[in-house]
């Protein structure tokens, strides 16, 4: 399983962009990066995912290094609702979608 | 939008008893997870099932838990014999996919306590 780094905490302003680093050097070449985050006393909820190119949905975006050792989740305008644990998780392709879980980081949002 | 859901949300037991987790996974989703949180630590996982058997299973994982789709809604998490240290939030999760490529829903957990 590929490792990842990931700041234990980072904080941010209501309103302001926000951009989650994660280091994943040992990535396969085939291996997805995902991003799940875990609100307060709730499950992991999917946030978005890419494999080289950069992505984007209704919650975030995905940049992708060219040399996919690292990516950043940037969230466009942090709101309070956003302040969760953020985990960035390289998926094996072919082992049935199980997810490893490191620590993540800590977003906190100021008002 | 259709979700995981799971019952009991706590349940609280005494040592060396049997649980039950139960969850019932978004009706068109092919494989199921469970996950373990112990407070204050991280997500782990514990099994995947996928057409009626166990596809993988971790360490964690060892004889006193089972799993079952006893009637193809249902999806159920037994630990035989409680021990303290299965006090941890277990969440169920289904995936539409089986590529790496499509998202996990995750149902709210069930917080198990053991005495």
């Known amino acids: 399983d590929a490792k990842t780094t990931q700041p234990n905490s980072m904080e941010s302003n209501e309103e302001e962009p926000v951009h989650l680093p994660c280091n994943h050097s040992?990535?396969?070449?085939?291996?997805?990066i995902h991003w799940y985050r875990q609100l307060p006393s709730q499950g992991p909820e999917y946030v978005i995912h890419g494999l080289t190119s950069n992505v984007n949905n209704r919650m975030a975006s995905l940049a992708i290094a060219e040399d996919r050792k690292s990516s950043t989740l940037i969230l466009h305008r942090a709101t309070l609702r956003d302040a969760a644990v953020y985990y960035c998780i390289p998926t094996i392709y072919n082992q049935g979608g199980k997810l490893i879980f490191g620590q993540g980081t800590e977003l906190s949002v100021k008002p | 939008e259709p979700e995981v859901t799971q019952t009991p949300s706590h349940q609280v037991t005494q040592m060396g008893q049997e649980v039950i987790l139960r969850c019932v996974p978004i009706s068109n989703h092919l494989y199921f997870y469970w996950y373990r949180q112990i407070l204050g630590q991280k997500v782990e996982f514990l099994v995947s099932?996928?057409?009626?058997?166990?596809?993988?299973k971790s360490e964690i994982f060892d004889d006193q838990f089972s799993v079952e789709r006893p009637d193809g809604s249902n999806f159920t998490l037994k630990i035989r014999s409680t021990k303290l240290e299965d006090s941890a939030m277990y969440f169920c999760a289904s995936l539409p996919e089986v590529q790496g490529t499509y998202e996990q829903y995750f149902g709210p957990g069930t917080r198990l306590t053991v005495t």
């Open positions: 040992t990535i396969s070449g085939t291996d997805y």
């Open positions: 099932f996928y057409n009626n058997e166990i596809s993988e």
